[in-house]
């Protein structure tokens, strides 16, 4: 039986004074049109070349549909285009713009990499081993650290006066029953805590880590591993490090003062701290309630303060004294920052 031929157009409902048309004459189409961008960025800093040359393919060359290069360029442009799971890529296999910035001459003919072949990039040991040479690939994990940094590095033209690194734990949950999976309290569920450190807009350390760890587990070799590869290029450049109350731990504090790096970091408020700002807490709520209506009101004080145990010296302690309009809101930093340099509500 003969079936009529579908219409190469379908008109709708007119938008304004627009026509709505549906097209079905795309043949092989792209939604992801921010690729190109994305490679020109690859293109004019090399950033995928860079990462691609820290990985090895063990598999005989001429045994080989894709290279390393285009394994990790297909991977990495695909999470940045929302497809974080493998599985996406046995679609993704067919799209002519991803085959094209990952380097295929023939894009509408040349599939992409599946899944499987995919996976070579995702569970691989660091090394040479029998067992790596089986799973056909093998990373190197100190290049993949130096990268994200000198990344940073290169992408400015002289030497910065200063860098602030910023260290952050927050949660990244689990959804299934994951090796290592953990109940975080403080987050409610079950997670991952990694450690990131930025400088900026740039990303220099994602450490994945299990969450039944304290959130500074492992921040001082990495800063160590930051610093002495910033130092290596900017030998004159000043280092600060700013992290909350997670990351104020003595072994950190020390070998900042020891090494020259100053440091802002968060603090817990507790009792002994709030006894020692009292008169300002009492002094910003009378402010409030008698001249601004209830308004938030902030007073700022200098203390020096040390733990009772776990602090090996006194160090300085900015307080802020706040009065939010209904309740007390007191913060605290300590910091290795000269009084006559960082003024106290500095």
């Not at 987050?187 to 900026?200: M, Q, T, W």
């Not at 603090?267 to 938030?296: C, D, F, T, W, Y």
Request: a negative charge.
């Amino acid at each position: 039986m003969k079936t009529d031929c579908s219409v190469k157009q379908e008109e709708f409902d007119s938008v304004g004074r627009r026509k709505l048309v549906a097209a079905f004459d795309g043949e092989h189409i792209s939604s992801d049109g921010g690729l190109t961008l994305l490679h020109q960025v690859d293109q004019r800093f090399g950033l995928m070349r860079k990462f691609a040359a820290c990985f090895k393919d063990m598999t005989k060359s001429e045994w080989i549909e894709h290279t390393v290069e285009e394994l990790v360029r297909q991977r990495v442009f695909g999470i940045t285009c929302g497809y974080e799971d493998l599985v996406d890529h046995q679609t993704l296999r067919r799209d002519p713009l991803l085959a094209a910035v990952v380097g295929k001459a023939e894009p509408q003919k040349q599939a992409l990499a599946s899944p499987s072949t995919l996976n070579r990039l995702e569970l691989t040991p660091a090394d040479a081993t029998p067992e790596a040479r089986y799973r056909k690939g093998v990373y190197d994990g100190p290049a993949i650290e130096n990268f994200f940094v000198d990344a940073f590095l290169e992408a400015h033209r002289a030497p910065l006066k200063e860098v602030v690194l910023d260290l952050d734990a927050t949660d990244d949950p689990i959804h299934g029953t994951q090796e290592g999976r953990f109940f975080h309290g403080y987050y409610g569920n079950d997670c991952y805590l990694p450690l990131y450190i930025f400088a900026g807009d740039f990303l220099l350390c994602a450490k994945l880590r299990t969450s039944d760890i304290d959130a500074s587990s492992g921040a001082l070799e990495e800063v160590q591993r930051i610093v002495l590869r910033i130092r290596a290029r900017w030998p004159k450049t000043r280092i600060l490090l700013r992290a909350d109350s997670g990351f104020t731990r003595d072994e950190l504090t020390v070998w900042c003062e020891q090494s020259g790096i100053d440091f802002v970091f968060g603090l817990a408020r507790n009792a002994r701290l709030e006894a020692m700002i009292e008169p300002e807490l009492k002094l910003v709520r009378a402010v409030s309630l008698e001249g601004r209506e209830g308004a938030p009101v902030r007073a700022y004080r200098e203390l020096r303060y040390r733990t009772r145990d776990s602090w090996t010296r006194e160090r300085r302690v900015v307080a802020k004294a706040e009065w939010l309009g209904d309740k007390f809101n007191p913060r605290f930093v300590v910091t290795s920052l000269r009084p006559e340099e960082h003024e106290v509500q500095a």
